[in-house]
Nanobody, 118 residues
Framework: VQLQASGGGSVQAGGSLRLSCAASGFTLDEFAIGWFRRAPGKEREGVSCFSSSNGSTYYADSVKGRFTISRDNAKNTVYLQMNSLKPEDTAVYSC????????????WGKGTQVTVSS
């Protein structure tokens, strides 16, 4: 099982980024993928996850209305579209699968840095 996150970068507040999490060794129907982030000095936060039971989506309150999780089964890839970025979104973003109620995961990909400047 491998997960590879990419797409991070530096943007100004109000900008957008799209993160990708490419999975191998399993299909998106077998393991639900979630996005997590860890900001400096803060605990890891579940940002957005697909439900393993019905494919529904979960968003942390802090990103609702700004972030959108999506998937491409053909590419075995999950995306996180991040719009209206704020400085407080600055963190290392990682994907994990399967996730545990969007609070943690079994397999983790290497994180990608997102930096939002004011």
């Amino acid at each position: 099982v491998q997960l590879q996150a990419s797409g991070g970068g530096s943007v100004q507040a109000g900008g957008s980024l799209r993160l990708s999490c490419a999975a191998s060794g399993f299909t998106l129907d077998e393991f639900a993928i979630g996005w997590f982030r860890r900001a400096p000095g803060k605990e890891r936060e579940g940002v957005s996850c697909f439900s393993s039971s019905n494919g529904s989506t979960y968003y942390a309150d802090s990103v609702k209305g700004r972030f959108t999780i999506s998937r491409d089964n053909a590419k075995n890839t999950v995306y996180l579209q991040m719009n209206s970025l704020k400085p407080e979104d600055t963190a290392v973003y990682s994907c994990a699968a399967p996730h545990y109620y969007c609070s943690g995961g079994l397999y983790w990909g290497k994180g990608t840095q997102v930096t939002v400047s004011s």
